[in-house]
């Protein structure tokens, strides 16, 4: 299970995440939603400190965040 | 694995029809999160501007009804009175506010009626095409101040947070931004804040959001963020104007 | 047995609204319908209701608006400035199909105009006045105990189609006095309709709006309002005639109707053949009952407190122009009976 999950379809390439993300794992996809924007992708989900810079400054509830088990539990 | 950030239940799973990087977006979410963690969605009654956040009903998950430009305070007045029970907040931009509706927004503050007021300032009209708004700054470029905001013809733009914060019934009056993590949590605390005033019965609680607005400030959203910050902001002061119960 | 009792006009049509189950009300002091506004600050804290002073008629039928929204019963009342302040929001309400009762106590126009009895604002009243395709449904009372029974019977009529009524009095009714049966105190029965705006409690939420941008969307709730008005057309419209083949048929509303049956009973009694034809509802006007009703008739006299106004709807209904007489009385003042009759027996000439 991911850390970061991004809804494409929901994202309007605005930017504002890129622009928060203390690890740098956001960029601009290469590729484009059915509405015509630009979506954004997470390169590096291992990196994600779970933060939620992203989801905070997204207009557009395009994150869901999971956070990892604490260590010794067995799954998660 | 446990969820660390999902969509609030008093917000609606919809597309929104916002530009990218407008600030609508989070403040609707600040708002469902309150109403979640409150517990006020079932019991909620909301009102609508004219403006880009007149489809509020698509996106906020209780009920809603539709003011005419400018009069939501007035409906929510009316809510109130008749339904003390029902939990009830205005959404308003600077136009609606601030403009047609300066009558009923003072007036409604002015009753200290037992409502929360969610003002949105982008410094502009948005949705008809970014004109002059009353909170246009100085010299601010708009599509009916092409040669930037004369103050000697155009005016000085209004400060609503001091002024409603200036009456004497209102309980809670403050000024908040959300260009960065830091100060949308913030904001988010103000916005609860504000609700739970009603919740408790203590009184009218008004919170003012600037925001940015990408499109008819002619920025990308970072710029426009930025712009928040660096040009709004000194002419309208983040802070809490008024806070009669205190708490923070 | 009823008692009857002896009151001010303003004050018999606030009593009424109460008895209904009146839940809140929100007025803005206009002469000649202040004691209204009056009362109920005195009458709704009393019985444990709503009253709110607001700041303008532009906020208090915004105030009428968003209560009743919530499905409470909720009224405001004004007079002809005052009215054309609210237009905007009975358009609002006639979209979002929101019930509520406006009471509007003419007086003389256009624009400050004056303070005495008017029937002015018939157009404004039945043509729209605010923006769009919409219907207000217009009682026209002439009596105090008629504006008592119709005031009192509005908040069912407004429920049951969701729309707004309004009853069209003027100065003179709402100041004089006279007596009236009072009816019994009542409350909405309210189960919920699905349309009510009352917290989204295990259910959807909901929406009161007027706004419809998809496409084909506004057509569509357009056709839907109209065939709501032909049913309100069907089934509301109420009127006052007795039947027969009159020299001159009187068609008059509200006070004007109530001076010209005296004018009738004194040409009557030196053996004229006059009747009259009262609209009770001016909206849904009675087209087809006059039309039969003037078919029958030598004459129409068309009496008016304003310059010609539902002489309109009269020609629309009679389509015989030549048959059709006209006297009005604009600037806000009432007629003398003995000018209602000079102007029936020029009729008869």
């Known amino acids: 299970m991911k850390k970061v999950n991004i809804n494409a379809d929901k994202c309007k390439g605005c930017g504002l995440c890129i622009d928060v993300c203390p690890k740098n794992i956001l960029q601009f996809s290469n590729r484009f939603n059915e509405a015509g924007y630009n979506y954004v992708e997470c390169i590096d989900d291992e990196s994600c400190i779970v933060c939620k810079s992203c989801a905070i400054v997204c207009p557009d509830l395009v994150f869901t965040l999971n956070r990892p088990a604490k260590q010794g539990a067995v799954n998660g | 694995m446990t969820v660390a950030f999902k969509k609030p239940e008093s917000l609606l799973d919809t597309k929104t029809i916002y530009c990218p990087g407008c600030g609508h977006g989070v403040i609707h979410r600040l708002v469902g999160e309150t109403l979640d963690e409150l517990d006020l969605r079932e019991k909620t009654v909301g009102v609508a501007p004219v403006g880009c956040a007149v489809l509020l009903y698509d996106y906020i998950n209780t009920d809603i009804v539709e003011a005419p430009h400018g009069r939501a305070p007035a409906l929510a007045t009316g809510i109130k009175r008749v339904r003390s029970d029902l939990n009830v907040f205005s959404y308003q931009g600077d136009g609606d506010l601030a403009s047609i509706g300066m009558g009923e927004i003072m007036h409604a503050a002015g009753r200290g009626e037992n409502i929360t007021i969610i003002f949105v300032n982008n410094a502009n009209y948005g949705m008809t095409g970014g004109q002059m708004a009353p909170t246009t700054l100085p010299d601010q470029i708009t599509t009916t101040t092409p040669k930037g905001r004369n103050t000697s013809t155009d005016g000085f733009p209004f400060k609503m947070a001091e002024l409603i914060a200036n009456l004497d019934a209102p309980v809670f009056s403050a000024r908040v931004k959300i260009t960065d993590p830091k100060n949308i949590n913030k904001a988010k605390k103000t916005i609860k804040y504000a609700f739970s005033l009603q919740k408790e019965n203590k009184g009218f609680a008004f919170v003012e959001i600037l925001s940015a607005c990408p499109t008819n400030w002619g920025k990308t959203p970072s710029e426009a963020v930025k712009w928040v910050s660096d040009a709004m902001e000194s002419y309208y002061p983040l802070g809490i104007f008024k806070d009669i119960w205190g708490e923070k | ?349």
């Open chain 3, 1 to 349: 047995m009823a008692e009857k009792i002896l009151m001010k006009g303003n004050e018999a049509i606030a009593e009424a609204a109460l008895r209904a189950g009146l839940k809140g009300y929100f007025g803005y002091p206009i002469t000649p319908q202040n004691e209204i506004t009056a009362y109920m600050s005195a009458r709704m804290p009393e019985l444990g209701r709503a009253f709110v002073q607001a700041e303008s008629e532009v906020a208090a039928i915004n105030m009428v608006y968003g209560a009743a929204s919530t499905g409470e019963r909720c009224m405001t009342t004004s007079s002809s400035p005052g009215i054309a302040l609210m237009q905007e929001g009975i358009s609002y309400m006639c979209g979002a199909e929101v019930p509520a009762v406006i009471v509007n106590i003419t007086r003389g126009g256009p624009g400050l105009g004056n303070i005495g009895p008017s029937q002015c604002d018939y157009n404004q009243v039945t043509r729209g006045g605010g923006n769009g395709d919409y219907d207000l449904i217009v009682y026209a009372p002439h009596t105090l105990q008629e504006a008592v029974d119709l005031t009192y019977k509005s908040f069912e009529i407004s429920e049951k189609y969701r729309n707004p009524v309004m009853i069209l009095g003027d100065g003179a009714l709402g100041q004089m006095a006279e007596t009236v049966v009072l009816p019994d105190f009542k409350e909405k029965e309210k189960p919920d309709e699905g349309w009510e705006l009352n917290g989204a409690k295990a259910r959807s939420p909901r929406s009161a709006k007027s706004l419809r941008l998809a496409e084909g969307k506004l057509l569509e709730h357009n056709l839907h309002l109209e065939e709501k008005f032909k049913l309100i057309s069907r089934n509301e419209t109420e009127y006052s005639y007795e039947d027969g083949d009159y020299d001159v048929l009187i068609v008059a509303f509200g006070t004007a109707a109530r001076v010209a049956k005296t004018s009738l009973k004194n040409l009557k009694e030196q053996g004229y053949s006059i009747g009259l034809f009262r609209p009770v509802t001016v909206h849904p006007f009675p087209y087809e009952e006059l039309r039969k009703a003037a078919s029958k008739s030598k004459k129409i006299l068309v009496v008016e407190m304003n310059r010609g106004q539902m002489l309109f709807d009269v020609r629309l209904s009679v389509q015989n122009d030549e048959k059709i007489e006209f006297t009005g009385k604009p600037g806000g003042e009432t007629f003398m009976p003995e000018e209602i009759e000079n102007k029936i027996l020029s009729c008869l000439k």
